[in-house]
């Protein structure tokens, strides 16, 4: 079974300041791995992911994360952040050889501040 | 680009009565799913479905949960006979394969009163 531990319920941040949301995982098997991002009143947009190949994953809004196997984490950076990052951001993580269900952490609010 | 969509975007029923959320996948996807979020829960998984039948469910899916594809395009969620605590956003999504990316329609918001 996989377990996903976001260890930050909500992350204040100034706008163009650099913001790091954690992800620390659980699992028997290999594992792959997802950030999905709710804007308010929305639903889910995936993010970015990690299925393979290189460990550093990036997204197109400036985001990227880092699969870490050792330490189990998959945590989410942004260097300078915007108002428009204002969002709930999901970590999730499914096993391999399983019909892709997905487990979600509990999410982490991001709230940007001017 | 393509997307999942979800209808009705809210739903309000009283408790007791049966709901039916409705789901249109990506048209070339094979795997689908129901998902769902109580209002500041995490969002969780209900039921996966291939091949006209369930792969997976949760212990949430019991008896009063049931999905069907009664066509080629649309994937439904019935729920036979509402109570309070199904109040929540149901997530639909969809994938192309087993290892592949799911992709998350809108979400219905379902009040039960």
């Known amino acids: 079974a996989q377990s996903v531990t976001q260890l930050d319920s909500q992350v204040p941040v100034f706008e163009e300041a650099p913001v790091e949301l954690r992800c620390n995982y659980s699992?028997?098997?290999?594992?792959?791995l997802f950030w999905y991002v709710q804007y308010p009143n929305q639903g889910l947009q995936l993010l970015l992911k990690?299925?393979?190949?290189?460990?550093l994953v990036e997204s197109i809004n400036g985001f990227e994360a880092e699969f870490n196997k050792s330490q189990t984490s998959f945590h989410l950076r942004k260097p300078s952040v915007h108002i428009s990052d204002t969002a709930e951001y999901f970590c999730?993580?499914?096993?391999?050889?399983?019909?892709?269900?997905?487990?979600f952490g509990a999410g982490t609010r991001l709230a940007v501040h001017p | 680009e393509p997307e999942v969509t979800q209808t009705p975007s809210h739903q309000v029923t009283q408790m007791g009565q049966e709901v039916i959320l409705r789901c249109v996948p990506i048209?070339?996807?094979?795997?689908f799913y129901w998902y769902r979020q109580i209002l500041g829960q995490k969002v969780e998984f209900l039921v996966s479905?291939?091949?006209?039948?369930?792969?997976?469910k949760s212990e949430i899916f019991d008896d009063q949960f049931s999905v069907e594809r009664p066509d080629g395009s649309n994937f439904t969620l019935k729920i036979r006979s509402t109570k309070l605590e199904d109040s929540a956003m149901y997530f639909c999504?969809?994938?192309?394969?087993?290892?592949?990316?799911?992709?998350f329609g809108p979400g219905t918001r379902l009040t039960v009163t």
């Open positions: 990690y299925l393979s190949g290189s460990t």
């Open positions: 999504a969809s994938s192309e394969s087993l290892a592949g990316v799911l992709y």
């Open positions: 479905f291939y091949n006209n039948e369930i792969s997976e």
């Open positions: 999730a993580v499914s096993g391999f050889g399983g019909y892709n269900k997905l487990i």
């Open positions: 699992s028997s098997v290999s594992v792959y």
């Open positions: 048209s070339n996807h094979l795997y």
